[in-house]
């Protein structure tokens, strides 16, 4: 006998990059920030756990849509918190889908997308993206929600935010706008959500933010996605410390830019490096690099981790396989470049 539904019996759930416990490993397979957050977030949480702890927080965190709406030039009310913005995308997909409906995503892109597609019990609608890395215009056709992340994991490269607000209105559905990787880019689709009630716009503070164990993100969308995101999730779905850091965090633009610089300069030398050992370079507008060479790169990975260097081997049908790199410190990648060059040559 079985406790749980039929469809749920096969699921393969996300598998997340390895998190080892060793600190000595030189860890870059996960996309976090190498640098340690704004000292602003730092003192917040402290002052947060110094407060009352004993209550229950805000359940709408409405001291950081309020800085958030400030920052971005939103009403804060189409703001909503959650916990990682993987909350998000799972309320979302929640919400629109149905054992009937369908869900769209790219190929190759965050597996997420089709694992919350098999909870729901919905199909997934697999388009791949075009030679020249744009979706098709056809891409939301017959799916009632449809998801695209810009900058794209694991190739890094961007979708201008003009053709998504197209494709949006294009749509019968929601396209939801994965924003994880924009603090890195040059441009962002916030702006264009007021354009198109469809229009979603997922962030996160896990990656520029240095902020990837708070588990704090939030969605940029018009009132009537808004509301029912909050009558779906979690009565209390971020705590007060969560809430005090991301408050911080947010307001610190100048801690912001310079470690997007430092991480743009990494990034940079990673490019310029990586052809030498034999590598094709995906240009990156993310805090990662996509390589690729003709012959597998399977043996590299797996030389690079026993000689302590993670980084992250993927393989998507129809697509192929390449190495996905996480931009680190200099020491870091001064590390990945020695032991390369041990591999390889």
């Known amino acids: 006998m079985s406790y749980f539904q039929p469809h749920l019996e096969a699921l393969v759930g996300y598998v997340p990059g390895e998190q080892p416990k060793s600190t000595e490993l030189v ?4 996309n976090e920030c190498p640098f340690p957050p704004s000292p602003n977030v730092v003192e917040a949480i402290e002052r947060a756990a110094r407060g009352r702890l004993n209550r229950y927080p805000d359940p709408l965190a409405r001291q950081f849509c309020i800085a958030a709406g400030e ?36 190929s190759p ?40 992340a810009n900058p794209n994991s694991p190739t890094g490269h961007m979708i201008a935010p003009s053709r998504l607000s197209e494709l949006a209105l294009r749509s019968q559905g929601l396209l939801v706008v994965d924003e994880a990787y924009v603090d890195f880019a040059k441009d962002n689709c916030i702006s264009k959500v007021a354009e198109c009630e469809r229009l979603v716009v997922s962030r996160t503070l896990s990656k520029a933010y240095a902020l990837a164990g708070l588990r704090f993100g939030f969605v940029v969308c018009q009132p009537v996605v808004a509301d029912m995101l909050r009558t779906m999730k979690d009565s209390y779905n971020c705590d007060a410390l969560s809430i005090a850091g991301a408050t911080a965090a947010i307001r610190d633009r100048e801690w912001l830019r310079e470690n997007v610089r430092k991480l743009k ?21 993310a805090n990662f690099v996509w390589c690729r060479r003709d012959e597998s790169v399977q043996p590299i990975y797996q030389a690079l981790k026993e000689r302590g260097v993670l980084i992250r081997y993927l393989k998507y049908a129809g697509y192929g396989e390449g190495l996905r790199i996480s931009v680190g410190t200099d020491a870091e990648i001064d590390r990945l470049l020695e032991e390369l060059r041990r591999i390889v040559y």
């Open 27 to 30: 860890k870059l397979n996960t």
């Open 71 to 106: 920052v971005f030039g939103v009403d804060p009310s189409w703001i909503v918190a959650t916990n990682g913005s993987d909350e998000a995308l799972m309320l979302l997909v929640r919400a629109c889908c149905g054992p009937n409906d369908a869900l769209a995503a790219p």
């Open 109 to 148: 892109s965050y597996l997420l997308y089709r694992i919350l597609a098999n909870i729901q019990g919905c199909r997934v609608i697999e388009r791949p993206f075009q030679p020249n890395g744009e979706l098709p215009n056809d891409y939301c056709d017959g799916a009632r929600i449809a998801f695209t």
């Open 265 to 285: 300069a990494g990034r940079a030398r990673l490019e310029e490096a990586l052809p030498e050992f034999g590598f094709r370079v995906t240009p990156s507008s």
